[in-house]
């Protein structure tokens, strides 16, 4: 599965439009988030990614979950969010 990884200063209209593109490609991908300030970028981006397939007749939905990632040799919880066509 493909993942998209969001920061705190990500542009939530770029990401949606990143995941909103992997969606249609292949109607699934994973977006990760490490820290508050990432945390709300990614389910901005996420919502902002619901209007846009929404337009298209596309609902999808988001799962949401723990995960740890290894940040610069150093492992950190992180949370991750199944984007998935309903």
């Known amino acids: 599965m493909e993942i998209v990884k969001v920061s705190a ?3 939530p209209k770029s990401v949606a439009g990143a995941i909103a593109a992997v969606i249609r490609e292949k109607n699934e991908v994973e977006v990760q988030a ?3 300030g990432a ?3 990614a389910v901005k981006s996420i919502a902002i990614a619901r209007s846009y397939m929404a ?5 999808i ?3 949401p979950a723990f995960t ?3 940040i610069e ?3 950190r919880t992180a949370m991750k969010f199944v984007v998935e066509v309903r």
């Not at 337009?55 to 609902?59: K, Q």
């Open 68 to 70: 740890t990632v290894d």
């Open 9 to 11: 200063r990500s542009v």
């Open 39 to 41: 945390l709300n970028q």
């Open 55 to 59: 337009l298209t007749g596309v609902d």
């Open 34 to 36: 490490v820290g508050a």
């Open 61 to 63: 939905v988001c799962i």
């Open 73 to 75: 040799g150093e492992e």
